[in-house]
Every structure is written in structure tokens, then in C-alpha cells.
């Protein structure tokens, strides 16, 4: 939705009907993912891709109906072998495509959560009873649009689950598209590696937010990657950043006084994945003081110490590395082992 609000704005501004085509699911190597968007004005004019140009063209057409008053439509593409590796794809895919006309007023909400980056969700009756209605649910408790009574999923789980699914219950088919934050990545420890961090999580589309209380070493000369500098105790720190379920957070000061209140402080939020640089003997130490501060076992099995993956990194560009391979596995519930050796789909739906 972010990458093609400037075009919607533009349209509502001449006071334009607007159609959205959706990519509500995918199999096989599919050119875009789920949540992708074209969006086509009732003047004629494309922004975003659903397919990366192989079937724009069906879903203009389909959009065209729906923008002069046509019913909502759920259509399913093959993307051939040939047309695959023209948008770059080792291999075809199949997608399906939802195409409807939106109300102006949902529109311009829908761009204003994704340029604010508020969590939400939006339910979309794609088949079945009650076609085509819109509910656009916030985790703030506004509600725009109606007609979907119940919701098949709470807005806290789905955000929870940080990901878009498809749910069939009495009778329809409904589309939940998560709106939210970008995920973060907390970087405790302005050394070497956190740059490396930074520059990585970047260019995933990630925030980054390095903490450090020695003001020397948290500088934009030194971590000029990051989207922020925080120089401040981790107590201090965890108090402003406030970590959720989109929050990673990785330990890379190797020193008791910053390491134990970041851990501690860590596992007390809803981070989805709290990691910890050091050799084993340096976690179990800081695993005992971790316990003399009053934390159980349970609690500390949500640490991943040694962080990372085993890539037999050593240079801290390898270990970022290792250790965003790590997040990533954990995000998508995923075991990060081989993909040659791996029984499931090869791309998560994230």
C-alpha cells in the first residue's frame, strides 16, 4: 500500500473512483507476494503490481468493470515457466487476485495507517456471503466500514502473527491484510557488528535503533546506518522504545552492566526474538547472573545465545549475517537448516 500511496493520494485529490487489485495468495514461486497491490484510477492510470506485468493487463480489465459499477472479483493466474523468468522467477507460480472499487473514505485511511505505520488489519470478504464487504480494523479500537459482523480473527492475534491469511468460515472466504510498523531490529552495543546490522535490517525494509550508554562510541560517524542512536542505559532505552510483537533485539556489549538490564529488560516485552553475542562459556555465566536476578528457566530459553546461525562466521560483516539469518528463520517460524534439505514451501508468508 506504501509504495503506491503517493499515486492514490493524487487520484482522491481530482476526486477519482479508485479499484484495488490484491494478491490474497500465492503458490509455487510467485512474482509478488501476498498484500501486493495495483491500484487503477476511474481516469485510467496503473500504480503497483500484482504480477510483475504478466497479467496487469487482465486485471486493468477487471478493475475497469468494477470501477463502472461491476461486482467484486477473485481471479486466479498461472504464471508460465516463460513469463516466470521474464520478471526474474527461476520458475512459474500461481496467484490469486482479488479486484474491487473502494470508498474514498477507506482509501485515504487505509494510506494514512501505512504512512503512519499503524497496526491494523483489513478484512475483505473476497467469495462467498457478503462479497466484496470491507472492514479496516485498528489496534487503537477504530473501526472503518462494516458488513462483515464477527470478526473471523482478532486484530491482536493477526498482529501478533505479523502476517496476511486467508480465513473460510459460514460460508465466505476472508481476506485479512496486517497493516503495521516496520519491523525493528534493537541493537544493544555500537561496535563493529552493529553497523553491519544496520546496514542489512536496512535493506530489508527494517528500522534500526542501536543503544549505547557511552556517548564516544553511539555516533552517526561510527554507526551510520542506523535509523536511530540511542544514548542511554538499557532500562532508559527499553522505557522509550517499548519492544512488541515486530521488535527483535540483539545483545552485543559483552559487558555484565549492559548485558544483564538488556536481557532482563528484553524478556520482560513481547520481542519475537531476543538474541546475545558471546562464546557458551560467557552465556552461561550471564545465564546465572540472569537467574540471580530473579529469572526462571523458562524465561531464559527465550534467549538465543550464542546468537546467530551456524555459518562458521568470523568477521563482523559475517556475523551480522549469521545473526539476521537467525532473526529471519525465527520470524518466519522456520529452522534456517538447508533449503535443499527442507520438506516445505521455500518462501514464507511474512
Known amino acids: 500500500m ?13 476526486g477519482e ?3 484495488l487489485a490484491t494478491v490474497v495468495a500465492t503458490r509455487r514461486s510467485a512474482p509478488r507476494p501476498i498484500g501486493a497491490r495495483l491500484g487503477v484510477s476511474e481516469g485510467g492510470e496503473l500504480a503497483g503490481s500484482v504480477s510483475g506485468g504478466c497479467v496487469e493487463n487482465e486485471v486493468y480489465g477487471l478493475a475497469r468493470e468494477a470501477l463502472a459499477g ?34 474514498p473514505e477507506l482509501i485515504e485511511r487505509l494510506v494514512e495507517a501505512a504512512e503512519h505505520e499503524e497496526p491494523a488489519v483489513l478484512y475483505e470478504v473476497i467469495a462467498g456471503e457478503s462479497l466484496g464487504a470491507k472492514v479496516f480494523a485498528l489496534e487503537s ?16 492475534e493477526l498482529l501478533r ?9 459460514d460460508g465466505r472466504t476472508v481476506f485479512c ?38 556517548a564516544k562510541l553511539a555516533t552517526e560517524e561510527r554507526i551510520p546506518s542506523a535509523d536511530e542512536l540511542l544514548v542511554a542505559w538499557p532500562e532508559e532505552a527499553l522505557e522509550q522504545i517499548k519492544p512488541d510483537h515486530a521488535t527483535s533485539i540483539v545483545v552485543l556489549t559483552h559487558e555484565d552492566r549492559f548485558d544483564v538490564p538488556a536481557l532482563k529488560g528484553s524478556l520482560a516485552g513481547d520481542a519475537f526474538y531476543i538474541g546475545a553475542l558471546g562464546s557458551r562459556r560467557n552465556q552461561d555465566r550471564r545465564r546465572e547472573r ?29 556475523t551480522a549475517v549469521s545473526i539476521l539469518a537467525e532473526i529471519l528463520a525465527v520470524r518466519a517460524g522456520r529452522e534456517g537448516g538447508r ?6 514451501r521455500i518462501h514464507a508468508e511474512v
Open 70 to 103: 461491476g461486482p467484486p472479483a477473485l481471479a486466479s493466474y498461472g504464471i508460465s515457466d516463460e513469463l516466470g523468468l521474464s520478471v526474474g522467477l527461476p520458475c512459474g507460480g500461481e496467484i490469486d487476485v482479488f479486484v474491487d472499487a473502494y470508498e
Open 141 to 156: 479500537g477504530e473501526v472503518v466500514g462494516d458488513g462483515l459482523g464477527e470478526l473471523p480473527v482478532t486484530v491482536d
Open 290 to 318: 540472569l537467574l540471580a536476578e530473579g529469572l526462571d528457566e523458562e524465561a531464559l530459553e527465550r534467549i538465543s545465545g550464542p546468537s546467530g546461525l551456524d555459518l562458521g562466521a568470523s568477521t563482523p560483516a559475517e
Open 177 to 214: 491484510d496486517v497493516f503495521g510498523p516496520r519491523p525493528r531490529l534493537v541493537i544493544f552495543g555500537a561496535v563493529d557488528t552493529a553497523e553491519h546490522l544496520c546496514r542489512s535490517a536496512s535493506a530489508l525494509g527494517w528500522r534500526t535503533i542501536v543503544v549505547d550508554a557511552r
Open 17 to 19: 473512483k479508485i479499484a
Open 161 to 169: 502473527g505479523g502476517r496476511s491469511v486467508l480465513v473460510e468460515e
Open 339 to 344: 533449503l535443499k534439505e527442507a520438506k516445505g
Open 2 to 14: 506504501l509504495e503506491i500511496a503517493p499515486d492514490l493520494r493524487r487520484w482522491l485529490a481530482r
